[in-house]
């Protein structure tokens, strides 16, 4: 007990009263990353405007360079972790920039939501990057800095005591009465808009000017007021990662070990049934039409379905094979059998997804390319390398699957991302309708799919007429030129203004595809 007591600092309890106060010697740093964090925010609220494009990759880009002057670039780049999330990150908001899908969008964006947070408190965890456990760790660390240095930002802001109370109560009212006042007009402006046609009328005058200089002048103010409100959670966030107080590494508990014979039961049930289901699939792989269509099936409808239903149960395949191998106890026969099943399970699951493959291939050759199928083929690959490692798994128990899995998921995305999906089905379509494989060709599907399929649609007739969908639940006969030129119209919107300007839209507006 005496040991325990003598350990603890005489000053202890001056610490804890001091906790909550800024380093003086410190302080102009401070104030500049107030500024900065200020600065960022106001972007944020400005950027972040749909359609989005090269908005969300100058604030991701503006966060990193917000994020080295605030926390050091020394901690940025120490460890191998961080340098390749750093990369990863900075790629997929450079895509904003160049592509147009919003799908892809959409998914990049969910994905930066996720990955820019674990990155930023990457250095407070105790848990590595490959631990199944890290992501909730990182996310309750991610919180708690947001929310738990609020202080930080008004103690930055308001000096310190220097001569007199009243000017320190007089910095602290000019501070509350600028943020009072900016939450007032942004209130009031709407309000007012609505209330007077004229004062609407020189609003938005005044609006039309100032995007020719990119300011946004009409909602400006509603915009400070969010900058001002990111402000105190994006500064707590700051300081909790320029002031780190990381983790003790967690005590590993022995985990949960069940006997291996429940799953071997699992196992061997499902792989009799999937050694049935192949063996039909390949008495019609082999047997040909004759011998599918002698028992009621059209070779047609058989080859062209269920492609979707195969690359689905891999998913629930591979996770029954590293649930089992991670919760059995690893002794006796019991043990050994689990390991064989789950090396037959991860064999017939590639089978499955062979089979799926072909399938595809049979229906790709009849319609042809669509987004939906060139993201089935890209799945189809990824689950076949995690099954991969899933066999690996069985036959090396100590295996770590999500240090392998997870840099090749990432590696994967951003492979897929680099490769005109859009383009090639667009390109494809419009080969198959010249040449005279296909009948039809879907105008209106590939005209909004991404701008980058406008250059392909040129090449048909452009008097053809397509239906056009106006908006207002109806349709209307145009021609395929002036479905085009709406396209481009679009694209031209878009690119006057630098939030939602992206490389595919200019080339579109431009008349220029690759």
């Known amino acids: 007990m005496d040991e325990l007591?003598?350990?603890?600092?005489?000053?202890?309890?001056?610490?804890?009263?001091q906790k909550r106060k800024l380093p003086e010697e410190s302080m102009a740093r401070y104030r500049r990353n107030l500024l900065l964090t200020l600065g960022f925010c106001l972007l944020l609220a400005d950027a972040l405007n749909w359609p989005w494009g090269m908005g969300n990759t100058v604030t991701v880009f503006a966060w990193y360079l917000l994020l080295a002057l605030a926390v050091g670039r020394e901690e940025l780049f120490r460890r191998r972790e961080s340098r390749v999330l750093l990369g990863v990150n900075l790629a997929l908001a450079s895509t904003f920039a160049l592509t147009s899908n919003p799908l892809f969008r959409w998914w990049n964006f969910l994905a930066l939501a996720a990955l820019v947070p674990l990155h930023a408190v990457s250095g407070l965890g105790s848990r590595p990057w490959w631990d199944p456990r890290m992501p909730p760790e990182r996310c309750g660390l991610f919180f708690q800095g947001l929310f738990g240095n609020l202080w930080a930002c008004f103690a930055a802001a308001v000096p310190a005591?220097?001569?007199?109370?009243?000017?320190?109560?007089?910095?602290?009212?000019?501070?509350?009465?600028?943020?009072?006042?900016v939450a007032l007009v942004s209130f009031l402006i709407p309000v007012l808009v609505s209330a007077d046609a004229l004062f609407a009328a020189s609003l938005e005058r005044l609006n039309w000017n100032f995007q020719f200089r990119m300011l946004h002048f009409g909602d400006l103010f509603q915009r400070l007021f969010w900058a001002l409100a990111f402000t105190p959670f994006v500064f707590s966030l700051l300081y909790a990662m320029a002031h780190p107080k990381r983790l003790?590494?967690?005590?590993?508990?022995?985990?949960?070990?069940?006997?291996?014979?429940g799953f071997v039961l699992a196992l061997a049930a499902v792989?009799?049934?999937?050694?049935?289901?192949?063996?039909?699939?390949?008495?019609?792989?082999?047997g040909g039409p004759e011998y599918v269509e002698s028992l009621g099936v059209s070779y047609a409808e058989w080859a062209r379905s269920g492609f979707f239903q195969m690359v689905g149960v891999t998913v629930l395949n591979l996770s029954l094979t590293l649930a089992s191998l991670c919760l059995s106890r690893r002794e006796g026969?019991?043990?050994r059998a689990l390991r064989q099943l789950c090396g037959l399970l991860a064999g017939e699951s590639l089978i499955l997804l062979a089979s799926a493959a072909w399938k595809m291939t049979l229906y790709v050759s009849a319609y042809g390319l669509s987004f939906k199928r060139c993201m089935t083929y890209w799945g189809m690959i990824m689950m076949a390398l995690f099954l991969l490692a899933g066999l690996w798994k069985a036959l090396r128990p100590d295996f770590r699957f999500c240090k392998w899995a997870f840099p090749?998921?990432?590696?994967?995305?951003?492979?897929?991302?680099?490769?005109?999906?859009?383009?090639?089905?667009?390109?494809?379509?419009?080969?198959?309708?010249?040449?005279?494989?296909?009948?039809?060709?879907?105008?209106?599907?590939?005209?909004?799919?991404?701008?980058?399929?406008?250059?392909?649609?040129?090449?048909?007739?452009?008097s053809r007429l397509v239906s056009d969908y106006d908006g207002n639940w109806d349709y209307h006969k145009t021609t395929l030129s002036e479905e085009l030129n709406s396209r481009r119209v679009s694209a031209w919107a878009q690119c006057r203004d630098w939030r939602t300007w992206s490389l595919s839209a200019c080339l579109a507006a431009g008349g220029f595809q690759p």
């Open 408 to 462: 090749v998921a990432l590696a994967g995305w951003l492979v897929i991302n680099c490769v005109p999906v859009d383009y090639l089905v667009a390109k494809n379509q419009v080969d198959r309708y010249l040449k005279g494989e296909s009948p039809t060709v879907s105008i209106n599907y590939l005209a909004w799919l991404s701008f980058d399929t406008l250059s392909q649609l040129e090449r048909l007739d452009g």
């Open 161 to 181: 005591e220097r001569k007199t109370k009243k000017r320190d109560g007089r910095t602290l009212a000019i501070v509350l009465g600028l943020c009072g006042a």
């Open 333 to 335: 026969r019991a043990w």
């Open 271 to 286: 792989d009799g049934l999937y050694l049935a289901f192949l063996a039909v699939q390949s008495a019609g792989l082999f």
């Open 248 to 261: 003790c590494p967690a005590e590993e508990k022995k985990g949960l070990r069940v006997d291996a014979l």
């Open 5 to 17: 007591k003598n350990a603890l600092p005489s000053e202890g309890s001056l610490v804890c009263a």
